[in-house]
């Protein structure tokens, strides 16, 4: 049963019972419905209380009816039938009211909610908007303005401000069912508030929506469903209910088929995936009850404020004093930089500082449950400390290395129990970016592999189990597209126009620009250890810039040149001169936008494949979110593998066999070659 009904003298109490988080699945609908219909038959029934058993109220829509037909009775006729019930109905609200939720709380007559609860609409996190009456009945409830806010930004609110804005009557601190009751036998002697849907909207002042709309369009980017919920919140404002209401749904229904909904709905499904990959599946992971961090660098640093957030005590090593001072100023410079942005208030970021223990002594490590190094780039470096952590930690304490291009396998040689060693790849800034590459070497235990997944929930971080190459997933694609970014240079394009085209893409920054800002010197430190090794890396243009120190803005000039004090990139006569000499003999041809775009983006899905292939990434949608959650690829667009796939891969195949003719890529692989016959990435991978 997913809808009961109980009695407490002249009040029902409807309890939806739906796990794990009373989703709106059609059974549900269906109930309520009938609910409706059963209460108001009954005369000894003078109010009706809904509230949810488990660990929340309604949590939204249910996920396996996404994108399929809806199937009757539908949501706007599931709140029209509550709002339009003979007794009152009295939302009562733990967890989250979210999405079709909220819809149905708009439809009661009165709502309270616990202090914890929250409450909101984040369809436009989805491409869409409510579509069951929440932009229509919220500006009726709240006004305009903090509707707009709420359903353009799709953030939820909290009891609190919930109540500040008129969205609930009343917070219960105690037991929520008695006092809904309480609350439910109180109004039942009153009389019942107008419903919201004939309510009108308070007029608005002159110049709102204008600004509303600029504002939207700034935060929103090419986010189509923002503008659109804003669009409907404002017909919401001027026209009659059922107008808006039929605008609501066109518009719903209209971006419910968009591109843009399906890639955040792919996303959506993949992040939900990450953090439960199957073949982890009944493996506990080891308990992580404090940590420590070696090396209180960048990254360092960065991981220790990650670890601190998340609530563990942290033990900071360096080399020596002066390095562990230095190391903790990392870090309070970190939090320094949280209070002035206003993310926390002072005291909590003293706290999160006094919870950094720094040393130089290893011995504070004997009771640690995980160490994660990040140290220099080396692997003779890293092997030390790891022989160090060996004689000092529980032969179970977990001991990860943060190496961006290092062997992992290489460095646990010489590792007591190896089996409690991995990969935690962390992406800079640490303590920011969602992204945790967790690459397991031949050695490491499920369980140890299964504690990494554990973390990244622990920290809030997206996990994708990555495995061992140059590069891991995220670092080895990025060379493929710097690579292709000076192809495009030496056959006739700019940096300023393959900046702008990608850009216009959706990312937030073009790969010159972005070089620039990290600094040119990591890679070209790369490309110097690939030679060693006697590979050939092709950066025939980066490699002269680094050759006069031009590594970005830190030295005045990279891929641009910088007026001091100035981060606006300027394009450089001197770039444009190393450009033209390394393209000397070479075809030249003109660039547009969508040129550069498939020249940048699709051999990075050939390399994808391969690394698919090589199962070095396990499905296609874990590398969408290497790409989405480690460098910044548009949310909106899926990831590289859905957008590739959203194109059509054949025609994808067809591009790249065009590039690789004129000698501008590689040629696609068997495997993308294959996944285009099959119309899609399973068939190399699940
Ligand atoms: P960094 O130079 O900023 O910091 C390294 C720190 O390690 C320094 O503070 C140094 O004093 C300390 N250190 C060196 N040897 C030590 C030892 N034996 N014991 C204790 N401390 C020691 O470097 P970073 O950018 O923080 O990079 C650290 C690691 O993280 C590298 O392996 C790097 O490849 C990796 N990484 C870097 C990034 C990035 O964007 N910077 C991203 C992901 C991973």
């Not at 990040?374 to 304490?397: G, H, M, N, T, W």
């Not at 597209?481 to 959706?506: H, I, K, N, Y």
């Not at 450009?579 to 003109?590: K, Y």
């Not at 690394?611 to 667009?637: C, M, N, Q, S, T």
Request: charged share 25%; glycine share 10%; net charge negative.
């Amino acid at each position: 049963m997913t809808v009961t009904i109980a009695r407490e003298n002249a009040i029902a109490v409807v309890t939806v019972d739906n796990p794990p988080v009373n989703a709106l699945s059609q059974a549900l609908r269906q109930a309520l419905v009938e609910a409706v219909a059963t209460l108001d038959a009954d005369a000894a029934v003078k109010a009706v209380v809904l509230i949810c058993a488990g660990r929340t109220f309604i949590a939204g829509a249910d996920v396996s009816e996404f994108g399929k037909p809806p199937q009757p009775p539908h949501l706007p006729d599931v709140v029209a039938a509550i709002e339009g019930a003979k007794k009152p109905w009295v939302a009562a609200i733990h967890g989250s009211a979210l999405g079709g939720g909220l819809e149905v709380v708009l439809g009661c007559a009165w709502r309270v909610a616990v202090p914890s609860a929250s409450l909101g609409l984040p369809e436009v996190k989805l491409g869409i908007i409510p579509g069951a009456g929440g932009t229509v009945r919220l500006p009726r409830l709240i006004g305009a303005a903090a509707a707009v806010d709420l359903v353009t930004s799709g953030s939820p609110v909290g009891a609190k401000k919930a109540e500040g804005l008129g969205l609930i009557d009343a917070i219960i601190d105690g037991n929520l069912r008695a006092g809904a009751i309480a609350f439910a036998n109180d109004i039942a002697g009153k009389a019942r508030p107008q419903p919201i849907s004939s309510r009108a909207v308070a007029p608005v002042e002159t110049g709102f929506w204008e600004g509303a709309e600029k504002a939207v369009a700034a935060r929103a980017k090419r986010e189509a469903a923002p503008l659109r919920a804003l669009a409907s919140v404002r017909k919401a404002s001027e026209t009659d209910f059922a107008s808006a209401m039929a605008f609501e749904r066109e518009t719903f229904l209209e971006l419910r088929g968009s591109e843009q909904a399906a890639a955040l709905r792919h996303v959506f499904f993949a992040e939900r995936a990450a953090p439960r990959p199957p073949e982890l599946a009944g493996i506990t992971p080891r308990a992580i009850r404090s940590a420590a961090v070696i090396g209180g660098g960048t990254m360092g640093a960065g991981i220790a404020a990650a670890l601190r957030d998340a609530g563990l005590p942290v033990v900071l090593i360096e080399r020596d004093a002066a390095a562990v001072e230095r190391g903790l100023a990392n870090v309070r410079g970190i939090y320094e930089g949280s209070v002035k942005r206003g993310r926390i208030p002072q005291a909590v970021a003293d706290e999160r500082v006094a919870g950094v223990i720094g040393g130089d002594d290893y011995g504070l490590l004997a009771d640690t449950d995980l160490v994660i190094e990040a140290v220099f780039e080396d692997l003779a470096v890293k092997r030390a400390v790891f022989e160090r952590l060996s004689a000092v930690c529980r032969p179970d304490a977990v001991l990860a290395t943060n190496t961006s291009y290092l062997d992992p396998d290489a460095m646990s040689e010489g590792v007591s129990h190896p089996e409690r060693f991995l990969g935690l790849h962390f992406f800079s800034p640490a303590q920011i970016m969602k992204l945790l590459e967790i690459v397991p070497t031949e050695a490491t235990a499920p369980e140890v592999l299964a504690t990494g997944f554990a973390l990244a929930r622990l920290l809030g971080k997206i996990p994708v189990r990555a495995g061992i190459c140059d590069g891991f997933i995220g670092n080895r694609i990025l060379k493929v597209t710097r690579a292709q970014a000076e192809r495009l240079l030496l056959s006739g394009a700019t940096p300023a126009a393959v900046d702008a085209a990608m850009r216009a893409f959706g990312l937030p920054m073009g790969p010159f620009e972005a070089q620039d800002l990290g600094g040119l010197d990591i890679a070209a430190f790369q490309r110097k250890a690939a030679r060693e090794r006697g590979e050939t890396p092709f950066a025939p243009v980066a490699d002269r810039l680094c050759a006069l120190e031009r590594y970005g803005q830190k030295t005045g000039g990279g891929w641009y040149d910088y007026q001091p004090g100035d981060r606006a990139p300027k394009p450089s006569e001197t770039v444009a001169a190393i450009i033209a000499e390394a393209a000397e003999g070479r075809a030249q041809r003109t660039w547009d936008e969508a040129g550069i775009v498939d020249a940048i983006l699709l051999p990075m899905v050939n390399e994808a494949t391969r690394i698919l292939e090589e199962r070095v990434a396990l499905r296609a949608a874990d590398i969408d979110l290497v790409k989405i959650h480690g460098y910044g690829f548009p949310r909106w667009r899926g990831g590289p593998m859905h957008h590739a796939e959203a194109r059509g891969l054949s025609e994808v195949v067809a591009v790249l066999d065009r590039l690789a003719g004129e000698g501008l890529a590689e040629p696609p692989s068997d495997g993308l070659r294959r996944a285009a016959e099959a119309g899609g990435f399973s068939v190399l991978a699940g």
